[in-house]
């Protein structure tokens, strides 16, 4: 990799202000979860108004770890993101298990969710690209892989988004910029068009569906929440790109907060027009649930023009994911935490194109599982360090020094005792009612400590070594 020159020449630049910022927020943020989860919602909840409360409860928890996250990255505007939270409370072996897990369950796994969720709403205007055209599929402990038409397409889209992300932070900003433009103007009209000229009925909030899910009702919610913080996935966004922030201290928590606030109406709203549009029942396991309500709304031919935008949403999400995800582990490798190759910048571009390389490579192995599986996944993991990371406030309030952002300390500690109590239900009903899934994630976190003991007693044996 002779274009390559290490960390040590080079440093990454603060180019993005507050606009830039808050567009990561909303893209990594709407896009496969809004647009996929509402169907499954429907069938392990079974009435609107749960389907409702899940994403008002899932709004304010996001809310509460902005918040939360504003102060921590206030005080460290570096990239990296939990990696550096956890490394600075809690020592550098939990700083390495979260970008070890950020790796596969918060980037590379979302990112494979995304470019599935892609494919699946082409699949709706092009049945044969849809979930059943899978030509292969097996299963490993409790894990399915499928080979087919929708994995070829999602690998696609990973394989040219990561030859993107290659050119530079400023080019894949101006169209992170577009596509999120794109993507605001597609949910407005969505929305709009939807209440006034689309053919639905308010009569759709009245009946409810036969669950699909033998769980106790409040145990089924902590598990479903799962799907929802999945939905609200990167509200922690801009935190993982600090140290490319212009004014990280003014720019950070006002793009964490109005993008969790705004992405958090913009999902009301199309809750209430997917509902509006289409039955809960008829909407049961969907998961193109965008497009199913334009077809009823609309009709085919609009639906499929609506299927198209909403499908080109979804690549601004995926977008999103592959910038900010090699950052953390261009940070981590800084620190000799990661491969040394993910810490050598371009001299060109400025951006950690090894890791860039990794990420996509991991994504693309992950297209070929399953979606609700790669969800569940997901959301057990992130709540887990995401609990961690905010726990970590505690400790730092401790420090001298420690800038304090005045909304978390409003009746401190409820806002971040708020988000580890409902973390902490959610992490233990998924273990309960997801085993399979919740080991992998575990087995994910034990393969990570596993890996960094062997690096040290590397490291620890080279030094004994004679010269």
């Not at 809960?280 to 299927?307: T, Y």
């Amino acid at each position: 990799m002779s274009g390559i020159v290490p960390n040590s020449s080079l440093t990454l630049q603060r180019q993005l202000g507050m606009w830039s910022a808050t567009a990561l927020v909303v893209s990594n943020m709407i896009g496969t979860g809004i647009f996929t989860t509402t169907g499954f919602l429907a069938g392990d909840l079974g009435q609107p108004s749960l389907v409702f409360g899940i994403w008002v409860v899932g709004a304010l928890f996001a809310l509460a770890g902005a918040l939360c996250y504003s102060e921590l990255g206030v005080n460290f505007p570096t990239s990296g993101g939990e990696y550096v939270y956890l490394r600075q409370a809690y020592g550098p072996v939990w700083g390495f298990l979260s970008g070890w897990v950020s790796f596969f369950a918060g980037f590379s796994a979302p990112i494979a969710a995304a470019a599935l969720a892609f494919a699946g709403y082409l699949g709706f205007i092009f049945p044969s690209l849809g979930q059943e055209s899978s030509t292969l599929r097996w299963e490993i402990g409790g894990i399915t892989w499928q080979i087919g038409a929708t994995q070829a397409l999602a690998a696609g889209l990973v394989l040219l988004l990561t030859l993107l992300n290659c050119v530079g932070i400023v080019l894949v900003a101006r169209a992170q910029n577009v596509l999120t433009t794109i993507k605001v103007i597609v949910i407005a009209a969505f929305v709009l068009l939807g209440f006034f000229v689309g053919q639905g009925s308010w009569e759709n909030f009245s009946p409810v569906a036969e669950r699909t899910s033998t769980s106790p009702l409040l145990q089924q919610f902590a598990v479903s929440l799962f799907w929802v913080m999945f939905g609200y996935s990167g509200w922690n966004a801009a935190t993982y790109v600090a140290e490319e922030l212009r004014e990280p201290h003014r720019t950070l928590p006002r793009a964490l907060i109005v993008g969790t606030v705004a992405v958090a109406l913009i999902y009301l709203a199309l809750n209430v027009v997917f509902i509006f549009g289409t039955p809960l029942e008829m909407m049961k396991g969907v998961v193109a649930v965008g497009a199913l309500a334009a077809s009823r709304l609309f009709g085919p031919q609009v639906a499929g023009l609506f299927g198209v935008l909403m499908a080109l949403a979804i690549v601004s999400t995926v977008n999103a994911m592959m910038t900010i995800g090699p950052r953390v582990y261009y940070a981590m490798a800084k620190d000799g935490a990661f491969l040394n190759v993910a810490a050598r910048l371009s001299p060109r571009s400025r951006v950690p194109i090894a890791a860039v390389i990794f990420q996509g490579s991991c994504a693309m192995l992950m297209t070929f599982t399953s979606f609700p599986q790669l969800v569940t996944y997901i959301g057990f993991s992130l709540t887990f360090f995401t609990v961690l990371a905010v726990s970590s406030l505690f400790v730092f309030r401790r420090r001298p020094g420690w800038q304090r952002l005045r909304a978390v300390s409003v009746a401190f500690p409820l806002v971040p005792a708020s988000y580890l109590l409902v973390g902490a239900w959610m992490i233990y009903y998924g273990l309960m009612l997801r085993p399979a899934i919740s080991a992998a994630a575990v087995l994910t976190l034990v393969t990570g400590a596993a890996v960094y003991y062997a690096r040290l007693r590397l490291r620890d044996a080279s030094k004994e070594l004679p010269t």
